[in-house]
């Protein structure tokens, strides 16, 4: 008899007035209790709407059943049939707008906790490690995957279970990209990630940090010098966007892309690194995104009194994951809704010693289908900060672009690619996740990771023949 | 791990280090610059290209000591090894179609200036070198410059080397007697090249400035090197390091480069105090 209980089993967390002083995990995770009454309000319907809900089309009641049958293991493979990272996707996927969206349970309640559920069979994978992967039998053909964000570490964990020898070259010191550089500590503890590379590795993929390509190596090199037959682009959405007002660079002005990174990367909030970052008291974040939440959680961790979310639209069009707001304003973040900066104020000493924002009313809807938010005329104020995080969003680096001939790119910097296969204008070169999209999810990323990879294969075994 | 091949003390707080990277090294060019961490707490930090040798697959870095970083990288010894270390980074120095060029560098920045001048040499150009230091016992790469260059002049602040003065002073003459230059290169503090700017703006003379603003991951991810030019907004690491040294902001590339100045002196202190005790 399934459990017919309108409410799903809430998720444990740390008391928002303790968390919001130290970096770990935020969401506990289910008890084998909770996740199995979870799995119960699961009604194995015939027509699995929730499946169409996951750009990588988990096969989500099978995955549940087996929870409920208290086979977890047998859940964890059910999830990595169609998914390479359960532990990361369980914690940062916005189900809301994906599975849980459709879940017939939805209707007169609340849906079934999927993300939850899909995070304790992969935690409780982690924690139950079985004998070592057997490493395949390697296919003679190598393929070299260029950043290893979620869209690189799904390419390369796909080709290398079909045998394929990959190599994935990554810029920065530490491979994860996104996933180490810019989700916090406190969303998505970097040990999980550092997992997900770990069982890469034994399946044989070699990891290169301290490679740029496009400068220390170039995709045309990588094929014609180092017989790579294919080479996958997933260098992510990294340059920062700036707001174009007066006094965006004054000290104490960052791009979020920054702050998480002298955070998350480079550890600032530790003792022991040489990383400095602020002690900033009243820190402004311009955006309504998961970046945005992150950054206002961040700078309050860090100590700051006050931290306000600054965003031209209404609370209905944040397009952060419902859960981070909630945790946001649970931990003291201040929401500015409708409300646009103008300028940044400038102190004696040329830091930040204010920002000038004005009033905004939704009006007629816009392009995206939103109400477009217009200025109310006389409405300006100032804010009182003295730190501002830009969180805007990126756009593509130019650098693969600039320094690979031929490589076709919308006019905003997108990769250009077959939607099929993930193929670009060149033979051999594929791309996927925000370096094609623009900002996204880690989630399509990984989908465009899988559908390149069997791209990749396909296009290798029909040269062979 | 990247091995130190060579470490040569150039003066008291200037280090020139050769470092096995055979990757920069293949394509490294004058201009470019590597990121470097030193041990797994370190900061990541920018630092230009001094030389680099393809066949040995080593790239020369020459590094003033200012803060913890370079104060721990100064304790590295040959045989030991950079955590660390990627490039080539940023966009190499123009030196095409170049005639005569007046290379200018002050203190450290001599070391950036030098492989350009170098270059330009072996192209064939008439190059002119003004170098300026606090003082004698601050001077670096005397040789090399002099090898690379048809003229060269030594400024220093006290008159205990060459002549005293600033390198603007020498110029300013150079510029007076008639000299005509296709480029200046300046590379040094940013208040040098602000005032070599504002000289050969005078003389109408093109004058290109290496930047060397706090950057974090060096590929144009984080904008935390951005300055203002021509009234833009570029990045170093990505559309530079060089720039019109007649576009640019200076004032506000001094602001930004003090952001973290009371963290870095802490830092620096805290830094050579452990090393002190190691001492004892």
């Not at chain 1, 549940?64 to 532990?87: D, H, M, R, T």
């Not at chain 2, 480029?183 to 700017?197: N, Q, R, W």
Request: negative net charge.
């Amino acid at each position: 008899m399934p459990n017919m209980s309108k409410t799903r089993n809430e998720m444990p967390t740390q008391a928002p007035d303790v968390r919001n002083k130290n970096f770990q995990e935020v969401a506990l995770g289910y008890s084998e209790e909770q996740a199995i009454d979870e799995a119960q309000r699961c009604l194995n319907c015939k027509h699995k709407p929730c499946v169409n809900g996951c750009p990588v089309q988990i096969n989500i009641p099978a995955f549940i059943q087996e929870i409920g049958k208290q086979n977890y293991e047998g859940a964890y493979q059910v999830i990595s049939l169609s998914s390479s990272l359960p532990a990361v996707c369980g914690r940062v996927c916005p189900q809301e707008v994906q599975c849980e969206k459709y879940c017939v349970r939805g209707i007169k309640g609340e849906s079934v906790g999927i993300g939850r559920l899909e995070r304790f069979a992969a935690d409780w994978h982690n924690a139950h490690p079985v004998e070592k992967i057997e490493r395949p039998q390697l296919n003679g053909h190598k393929v070299a995957v260029v950043g290893s964000g979620p869209a690189g570490l799904t390419c390369a964990g796909d080709l290398a279970k079909k045998g394929y020898e990959v190599t994935i070259y990554e810029a920065l010191h530490l491979a994860g990209g996104v996933l180490v550089y810019g989700i916090p500590e406190f969303r998505l503890p970097k040990a999980i990630v550092q997992k997900e590379i770990d069982t890469l590795q034994d399946l044989g993929v070699t990891v290169n940090t301290n490679v740029v390509i496009g400068r220390s190596i170039s995709i045309e090199e990588l094929m014609k010098e180092n017989g790579y037959e294919a080479v996958f682009i997933g260098s992510g959405a990294g340059l920062p966007r700036f707001m174009n007002v007066p006094g965006e660079n004054l000290n104490g002005v960052y791009s979020a892309n920054e702050f998480l990174t002298r955070i998350n990367l480079m550890k600032s909030y530790q003792e022991h690194s040489t990383t400095p970052i602020m002690p900033f008291k009243k820190v402004a974040v311009v955006g309504g995104g998961n970046v945005a939440m992150d950054a206002a959680r961040c700078a309050k961790r860090l100590g700051a009194e006050d931290v306000y979310i600054v965003y031209r639209r209404s609370e209905e069009e944040l397009p952060a994951r419902r859960e981070e707001v909630e945790h946001a304003k649970e931990e003291g973040i201040i929401f500015k809704l409708l409300n646009n900066p103008t300028e940044v104020l400038p102190n004696e000493k040329r830091f930040v010693g204010g920002m000038k924002c004005i009033q905004m009313e939704l009006g007629e809807p816009d392009a995206s289908g939103r109400r477009k938010p217009v200025e109310k005329p006389g409405s300006e104020f100032v804010l009182d900060v003295d730190c501002v995080i830009v969180a805007i969003g990126t756009s593509p680096n130019p650098l693969i672009k600039a320094t690979t001939d031929g490589l076709a790119t919308e006019k905003w910097g997108g990769i250009i690619v077959n939607p099929e296969t993930g193929q670009t204008s060149i033979e051999g070169v594929y791309a996927g996740g925000d370096a094609v999209t623009g900002a996204a999810t880690v989630i399509l990323a990984m989908g465009a990771g899988k559908t390149a990879a069997k791209g990749i294969d396909e296009y290798i075994q029909s040269k062979k023949n | 791990m990247y091995k130190i091949i060579k470490k040569k003390i150039l003066n008291p707080t200037v280090t020139l280090m050769d470092v096995e990277a055979p990757l920069v090294a293949r394509k490294a060019e004058p201009g470019q610059f590597i990121i470097l961490r030193v041990d797994a707490e370190g900061e990541r930090i920018p630092l230009t290209v001094a030389d680099f040798d393809r066949e040995k697959g080593t790239v020369t870095i020459i590094f003033q000591i200012v803060g913890a970083t370079t104060e721990k990288l100064n304790h590295l010894n040959e045989g030991d090894s950079i955590l660390d270390f990627v490039g080539p980074l940023g966009v190499a120095s123009h030196t095409e179609g170049l005639k005569k060029v007046a290379v200018v560098g002050g203190g450290v920045g001599c070391a950036i200036a030098y492989p350009i001048a170098k270059k330009l040499h072996s192209q064939g150009a008439e190059v002119h070198s003004i170098v300026g230091f606090r003082n004698k016992d601050l001077l670096i790469l005397e040789d090399e410059f002099k090898k690379a260059s048809s003229r060269y002049f030594v400024m220093t602040d006290d008159g205990s080397y060459g002549e005293k003065g600033l390198v603007t002073d020498a110029l300013k003459k150079l510029l007076d007697a008639g000299e005509r230059y296709d480029e200046v290169i300046t590379i040094g503090p940013l208040i040098m090249m602000k005032f070599v700017s504002k000289l050969t703006k005078e003389y109408g003379v093109k004058t290109v400035v290496s930047m060397n603003p706090v950057m974090v991951d060096g590929t144009g991810m984080c904008g935390g090197c951005r300055l203002t030019v021509g009234g833009e907004v570029k990045f170093a690491c990505v559309d530079g390091p060089d720039f019109d040294g007649h576009e640019v902001d200076y004032d506000e590339a001094m602001a930004r480069a003090a952001m973290y100045k009371d963290f870095e002196r802490h830092a620096y202190e805290e830094t050579c105090n452990l090393f002190k005790q190691e001492v004892n």
